[in-house]
């Protein structure tokens, strides 16, 4: 009431002595007539507020239909990068999948048996065989009737679009429970292949070929592999031989606890990051399809991964994301191990190989020259030091690349953690954009409550002062139309003393004027003589003369006209409303120029 009205409520309560209870009796009975207060007009703040409430409502409206728009619209944008994405996806896929076929066939035609008893091979190649007959058997089998039913469909199809329908409704049905029936087969089929698909896998998983794999992440790093070229070669001087061993034991050695560790890390690892081996290959496939190349990956990949898996969240599927990363990067350092391992020690093999080869040379100018051993000493302490210095430089250079590995592994643990400041100082700022905006609308209703309010009150000082000069415009009126009366009837008087005084002066004129003449009747009901003149006037003209005299052209004078005649033949082309007329017609002079009176003056 308060908000309605701008009044307080206990403004409406009167206060009244026990001897004013008759008065107010008398004023409950025929109805609130006080000038005191005013009655409020209930019905027009109500439709007001009505207005104002629908308005608010439209404009709720107006706001969730837009948010559904963009919504939709940025679904829709989505769904077009996904599609990109996996238009350029699928090609890729379908290239590696008729490569791996096109290997796979190539590889069972290389393949020939040493001999007659080497009967794995001709299994091998009967099963091939065998799998391909199955193929063409279930390709017949399954595949077939679906395209067989689908041209059958196209044709009625096309019959019924040809010609009106005629066959009865039964044999749609027949063709709607056939269809279904060939829907329920496939899905049969479907998943008996499924369970075969399944049951394949664990057995070719319980068979555990993983072990027959050979890949630079299985090769052992050990001590004890010593080149045989090393170890049987014809060394002269066994300290060297031994110092050639030692350097392949020591950088075996470094390179095995380097390797050791990264296992140990891998192995305290779950190979599918704590999921199942299924999610874990669709979230790999997911994420490979996602290059750095596509404009906003990021998104898109993190997008299509909630859309795969619905019932993660964002940081489940961050954490598993990291963990993958972990581990790939732990495989990687193992591989760049591995490597540098190999690259290694194929250096240091090549370098002992000429090594032992300049010692063999170094030995034989000793024996050609017969040389004391003191220049054997001599001859191999250089050698002894190159190789020292060789091996110290190898060390260091691991070291620099353990060092690296470290440094490149902060790197992207730093990297992950700043994208994850990142993501949540995105996020804080759409909170805080959210609170802002939820702010702002807050304001503004309460703006515009107080711009209505304020309003409401403006109009009911201008209805007020409306009414105040109403009073004094009907005082003002009631006293000016008293005034006019007044003088109406001063005129009035004034006019009806005028008429006298002219009667009175008409009677004394016609007192002075008054003819004394007899009466002649016959006189005044004769004719006058004016009225005979025209009658024999009338009696003389001739009878077919025209009532009035006419001043105009005749037709010959006005078809004379050349104007006329060109207006009639344009008229008749039917291009009188043409430019090209007009200006004709224009141009086209009068055969009598007018007179000089009859020309205008004045310039429309």
């Known amino acids: 009431?308060?908000?309605?009205?701008?009044?307080?409520?206990?403004?409406?309560?009167?206060?009244?002595?026990?001897?004013?209870?008759?008065?107010?009796?008398?004023?409950?009975?025929?109805?609130?007539?006080?000038?005191?207060?005013?009655?409020?007009?209930?019905?027009?703040?109500?439709?007001?507020?009505?207005?104002?409430?629908?308005e608010y409502d439209l404009i709720g409206q107006k706001?969730?239909?837009?948010?559904?728009?963009?919504?939709?619209?940025?679904?829709?944008?989505?769904?077009?990068?996904?599609?990109?994405?996996?238009?350029?996806?699928?090609?890729?896929l379908q290239k590696a999948e008729e490569q791996a076929e096109e290997d796979i066939h190539h590889f069972l035609n290389q393949i020939k048996p040493n001999d007659i008893r080497d009967t794995a091979i001709f299994l091998l190649q009967?099963?091939?065989?065998?799998?391909?007959?199955?193929?063409?058997?279930?390709?017949?089998?399954?595949?077939?009737?679906?395209?067989?039913?689908?041209?059958?469909?196209?044709?009625?199809?096309?019959?019924?679009?040809?010609?009106?329908?005629?066959?009865?409704?039964s044999d749609w049905e027949q063709?709607?429970?056939?269809?279904?029936?060939?829907?329920?087969?496939?899905?049969?089929?479907?998943?008996?292949?499924?369970?075969?698909?399944?049951?394949?896998?664990?057995?070719?998983?319980?068979?555990?070929?993983?072990?027959?794999?050979?890949?630079?992440?299985?090769?052992?790093?050990?001590?004890?592999?010593?080149?045989?070229?090393?170890?049987?070669?014809?060394?002269?001087?066994?300290?060297l031989k031994e110092s050639l061993i030692q350097a392949f034991k020591s950088l075996s050695d470094s390179y095995q606890d380097r390797q050791q560790k990264l296992k140990e890390e891998l192995q305290k690892m779950d190979r599918f990051c704590g999921w199942c081996p299924d999610d874990h290959q669709r979230f790999q496939v997911t994420v490979s399809s996602y290059t750095h190349d596509i404009p906003n990956y990021r998104a898109l990949c993190m997008d299509m991964l909630l859309r795969q898996f619905?019932?993660?969240?964002?940081?489940?599927?961050?954490?598993?994301?990291?963990?993958?990363?972990?581990?790939?990067?732990?495989?990687?350092?193992?591989?760049v191990a591995t490597q540098q391992w190999q690259r290694g020690r194929q250096e240091l093999l090549d370098r002992a190989l000429v090594t032992l080869q300049e010692a063999k040379h170094a030995h034989q100018e000793e024996l050609e020259h017969h040389r004391d051993r003191q220049h054997q000493q001599d001859i191999s302490l250089p050698l002894r030091e190159k190789l020292q210095r060789w091996r110290a430089q190898q060390e260091e250079v691991a070291k620099l690349e353990a060092a690296m590995a470290a440094r490149h592994q902060e790197e992207e643990e730093e990297r992950l953690k700043r994208e994850q400041e990142k993501e949540a100082a995105i996020r804080s700022q759409q909170k805080e954009k959210l609170r802002l905006f939820y702010l702002k609308q807050q304001r503004r209703r309460v703006v515009l409550e107080q711009r209505d309010q304020e309003r409401l009150a403006a109009l009911?000082?201008?209805?007020?002062?409306?009414?105040?000069?109403?009073?004094?415009?009907?005082?003002?009126?009631?006293?000016?139309?008293?005034?006019?009366?007044?003088?109406?009837?001063?005129?009035?008087?004034?006019?009806?003393?005028?008429?006298?005084?002219?009667?009175?002066?008409?009677?004394?004129?016609?007192?002075?004027?008054?003819?004394?003449?007899?009466?002649?009747?016959?006189?005044?009901?004769?004719?006058?003589?004016?009225?005979?003149?025209?009658?024999?006037?009338?009696?003389?003209?001739?009878?077919?003369?025209?009532?009035?005299?006419?001043?105009?052209?005749?037709?010959?004078?006005?078809?004379?006209?050349?104007?006329?005649?060109?207006?009639?033949?344009?008229?008749?082309?039917?291009?009188?409303?043409?430019q090209y007329a007009k200006e004709v017609l224009s141009q086209i002079k009068p055969p009598k120029p007018p007179r000089r009176d009859t020309k205008s003056t004045l310039k429309f």
């Not at 619209?73 to 350029?88: A, D, I, P």
């Open 310 to 335: 619905p019932d993660r969240t964002r940081l489940e599927l961050m954490q598993h994301e990291r963990l993958w990363d972990m581990q790939r990067f732990t495989q990687t350092q193992l591989r």
């Open 63 to 92: 706001v969730l239909k837009t948010c559904h728009a963009a919504k939709a619209t940025k679904e829709s944008s989505l769904l077009r990068q996904h599609r990109q994405v996996w238009s350029r996806e699928c090609p890729r």
């Open 460 to 578: 009911r000082s201008a209805m007020e002062e409306q009414a105040r000069r109403d009073r004094q415009r009907v005082q003002f009126r009631a006293g000016a139309l008293q005034q006019r009366m007044k003088e109406r009837e001063m005129q009035e008087l004034e006019q009806q003393r005028e008429e006298q005084e002219r009667r009175d002066r008409l009677e004394a004129l016609r007192k002075q004027v008054e003819v004394l003449v007899e009466a002649d009747p016959e006189r005044m009901m004769a004719d006058t003589e004016a009225w005979r003149s025209r009658h024999l006037n009338e009696k003389g003209c001739e009878p077919q003369r025209p009532l009035y005299s006419i001043n105009t052209y005749t037709d010959k004078q006005i078809t004379s006209d050349p104007r006329i005649r060109a207006e009639q033949a344009f008229r008749e082309a039917g291009v009188h409303h043409n």
């Open 126 to 169: 009967q099963y091939g065989e065998s799998l391909e007959r199955e193929r063409e058997e279930f390709r017949i089998s399954t595949v077939e009737p679906v395209y067989q039913l689908r041209d059958d469909l196209c044709f009625r199809l096309g019959k019924v679009e040809d010609q009106e329908l005629k066959e009865q409704p």
């Open 1 to 54: 009431m308060h908000s309605m009205s701008g009044r307080k409520l206990p403004g409406f309560i009167t206060s009244y002595r026990a001897e004013e209870a008759e008065k107010l009796t008398l004023q409950m009975k025929n109805g609130s007539g006080s000038s005191r207060y005013k009655p409020a007009e209930y019905e027009t703040l109500q439709a007001f507020v009505d207005a104002r409430r629908l």
């Open 175 to 239: 063709v709607k429970q056939q269809i279904n029936f060939v829907k329920d087969q496939q899905m049969d089929i479907i998943a008996r292949l499924n369970a075969e698909y399944q049951d394949t896998e664990q057995q070719i998983m319980d068979l555990d070929f993983e072990k027959y794999f050979i890949s630079t992440l299985d090769t052992v790093v050990s001590s004890e592999i010593i080149p045989e070229e090393v170890l049987e070669a014809d060394c002269p001087y066994p300290d």
